[in-house]
């Protein structure tokens, strides 16, 4: 596609229940990132991909937090068991190589909310 | 570890007029980049200027220019001729050899502009 994207935008759900948050990077990028923005606070780094592979697994919060991404394209970030606190807006960005000084471009993201 | 810091929680500026938004940063890496980047209400992450620490002229982008005071670790962006279109929040982010190219944000600064 001509940019990231992301879906659901938003995805309301009860606490207990488990998400998927799927992002679509532009074609042919091989890095692809996962972040979350909680309200009145800056965007906090989850996880990358270089390819399939997810090297560094640290940033994700807890171990309820997984990602996947298949054939080099689509990623899924799912959260098992919602908590409250996992409310936040979740965005995705890709680019074209893992590099300091490479362009990431970023999806709209999903706001999730937990109730 | 790298660290951004937005002193100014939110900005007010007159249609035209010029505003300077503040980040300062903190690291020990030689090389690195810094980024400003602007979230309109669509949340959609979009790139505005970009700097490499070892060069020692401003970027510039249009309306867009920076102030980089290396030995500071200051990194401030200005805004002239500021339109209706620029208000937003905007981040300011950095990024190094080491970070695999994952963006480490300040909180944010809103910007607000007034006709």
């Known amino acids: 596609g001509a940019g990231v994207s992301q879906s659901p935008s938003n995805k309301v759900t009860e606490k207990g229940k488990d998400v998927e948050l799927r992002c679509d990077p532009i074609?042919?990028?091989?890095?692809l990132y996962w972040y979350r923005q909680s309200l009145g606070q800056g965007l906090e780094f989850l996880i990358y991909f270089q390819g399939n592979s997810a090297p560094d697994k640290s940033g994700l919060p807890s171990d309820r937090f997984s990602a996947e991404r298949t054939g080099g394209s689509v990623s899924t970030l799912t959260i098992q068991r919602t908590q409250q606190e996992d409310s936040a807006v979740y965005l995705c960005?890709?680019?074209?190589?893992?590099?300091?000084?490479?362009?990431?471009?970023f999806g709209q993201g999903t706001r999730l909310t937990v109730v | 570890a790298q660290t951004v810091t937005q002193s100014q929680p939110e900005m007010s500026v007159q249609e035209a007029e010029t505003v300077t938004l503040s980040c300062t940063y903190d690291t020990s890496e030689s090389d690195y980049y810094l980024f400003w980047y602007k979230q309109p209400p669509s949340r959609q992450m979009i790139l505005v200027i970009r700097?490499?620490?070892?060069?020692?002229q401003n970027a510039t982008e249009n309306r867009f220019s920076v102030n980089f005071q290396k030995a500071a670790k200051s990194f401030s962006l200005k805004i002239s001729d500021s339109q209706l279109g620029d208000a937003a929040m905007y981040f300011c982010?950095?990024?190094?050899?080491?970070?695999?190219?994952?963006?480490?944000f300040g909180k944010g600064t809103k910007l607000s502009v007034k006709p």
């Open positions: 982010a950095s990024s190094y050899g080491g970070s695999q190219g994952n963006l480490i």
């Open positions: 700097q490499e620490a070892y060069k020692q």
């Open positions: 074609s042919g990028h091989t890095a």
């Open positions: 960005a890709s680019s074209l190589y893992i590099g300091m000084n490479t362009e990431a471009f």
